[in-house]
Nanobody
Framework: QVQLVESGGGLVQTGGSLRLSCAAS????????MGWFRQAPGKEREFVAA????????HYADSVKGRFTISRDNAKSTVYLQMNSLKPEDTAVYYC???????????????WGQGTQVTVSS
């Protein structure tokens, strides 16, 4: 079992930055690929970014490429999402997710956090 707890969400103006964190429980964090997803009101949950076990491979949705950066610290069992140049359309609840071994960009992750709200004002 893996438990995930997100933090770092909040209200920011257009063009601002936020860093989300996701702390994982358990002693095998380095065995899990990690992903970030988001869900805006009235929309389906969508992929944002993902990172491989060691952090050597990362994947991004086209809508966030060049603005968001995913990273992980296996010693701290934490994955991060640095979000720069935020836009109103980035407003959503952001979720982190864990999947054993193989990184994917679909929602095929076994464990999910409770989400953290990000609101970007225009």
């Amino acid at each position: 079992q893996v438990q995930l707890v997100e933090s770092g969400g909040g209200l920011v103006q257009t063009g601002g930055s936020l860093r989300l964190s996701c702390a994982a429980s358990g002693r095998t964090f380095s065995s899990y690929a990690m992903g970030w997803f988001r869900q805006a009101p009235g929309k389906e949950r969508e992929f944002v970014a993902a990172i491989s076990l060691s952090g050597s491979n990362t994947h991004y949705a086209d809508s966030v490429k060049g603005r968001f950066t995913i990273s992980r610290d296996n010693a701290k069992s934490t994955v991060y999402l640095q979000m720069n140049s935020l836009k109103p359309e980035d407003t959503a609840v952001y979720y982190c997710a864990a999947r054993k071994l193989v990184v994917v960009t679909t929602n095929q992750y076994q464990y999910w956090g409770q989400g953290t709200q990000v609101t970007v004002s225009s």
